[in-house]
């Protein structure tokens, strides 16, 4: 599995799907609890938040990502999805 799909997978299995559950209507977080939950080593920002940013968490999750701010790479990046 590509590093794009765990992070996706991830996402979707401790933060998205638990939303879901509880009935909220939406989800946010920042790149760098990602980036710590899923335990990576180097700085692996641009890849998360790269694999967090795309149609194809509508398509496969049915979430549309409402904000990302600021408009950077960055640990603080945050990222809101409408469930």
Do not use: W
């Amino acid at each position: 599995m590509k590093d794009a799909d765990r992070i996706r997978e991830f996402v979707y299995e401790h933060l998205i799907k638990p939303a879901k559950e509880n009935g909220l209507s939406s989800v946010s977080f920042r790149a760098k609890d990602i980036h710590q939950g899923m335990g990576f080593i180097k700085h692996n920002y641009p890849n998360i938040i790269g694999a967090l940013c795309r149609e194809i968490m509508k398509t496969r999750y049915g979430v549309k990502k409402i904000r990302r701010e600021p408009p950077s790479d960055a640990p603080d990046i945050l990222i809101i999805y409408e469930l």
